[in-house]
């Protein structure tokens, strides 16, 4: 089976720009989640996508925005990027209702702000 | 709204078993307790995870208190490719879907 797959592993962006990261969830999970991981800190959640729609959110400004597609692949795109949304930011990979240990996380992908 | 409380840093001598605190004193009925470890800062990597009774798979071992407030994660031979920072996790149930409420997680080093 296959894992989750970020792209791309690291990006430099100027303040005011927009990004987009990509998320390619693991064989078999439908449900994609976006954490944000500040230096030195644990993860947090931004929001989660299922069957295509946002399902949940964290506190984060509606600058902050996904899509999920029929293939359960996600992207996270970020507006009008402040210098402390450089982070890692990480997707997970899981299955509705699964109570398992069904979050896969990725390698995430490393924003730098300047 | 963080959830856990864990100890910043942690020694573990390699061999030993290291015993690893959480404490989620609000933590409610339907909402599991995970544990994650990040190495590196890669993507977390899956341990382990209960709701109420103790659980052991091939990597640790899962001690949650009656009164579910703490939790003891326990890896039980430490070696030194075991350090990295571990997480305690709640993941929040109903309709939050799943939603990781992660702390600021313990530094874990085993030492030869």
């Known amino acids: 089976e296959t894992g989750v797959t970020q792209s791309p592993t690291h990006l430099i962006k100027t303040r005011g720009q927009q990004v987009t990261l990509r998320c390619s969830s693991q064989?078999?999970?439908?449900?994609v989640s976006w954490y944000q991981q500040a230096l030195g800190q644990g993860p947090q959640f931004i929001f989660q996508?299922?069957?295509?729609?946002?399902?949940g959110r964290g506190n984060f400004p509606p600058r902050f925005s996904g899509l999920q597609f029929p293939n359960y692949s996600s992207e996270l795109n970020v507006n009008a990027l402040e210098l402390d949304d450089s982070a890692l930011y990480l997707c997970?990979?899981?299955?509705?209702?699964?109570?398992?240990?069904?979050?896969?996380f990725g390698s995430g992908t490393r924003l730098t702000v300047v | 709204d963080a959830k856990t409380t864990q100890p910043p840093s942690m020694d573990c001598a390699e061999g030993r078993a290291a015993n690893l605190p959480c404490n989620h004193s609000t933590i409610s009925g339907n909402e599991y307790v995970y544990w994650y470890r990040q190495i590196h800062s890669q993507g977390p990597q899956y341990i382990i995870h209960?709701?109420?009774n103790n659980e052991t798979n091939e990597m640790a071992s899962l001690i949650i208190t009656e009164d579910r407030k703490s939790s003891t994660l326990i890896l039980p031979h430490a070696t030194l490719r075991d350090t990295a920072v571990y997480y305690c996790?709640?993941?929040?149930?109903?309709?939050?879907?799943?939603?990781?409420?992660f702390g600021q997680g313990t530094e874990l080093s085993v030492k030869p």
């Open positions: 209960g709701l109420k």
């Open positions: 997970a990979s899981s299955t509705w209702g699964d109570r398992g240990h069904g979050y896969t």
């Open positions: 064989s078999g999970h439908n449900t």
């Open positions: 996790i709640v993941r929040l149930g109903g309709n939050q879907g799943g939603k990781l409420i």
């Open positions: 996508y299922y069957r295509e729609e946002e399902n």
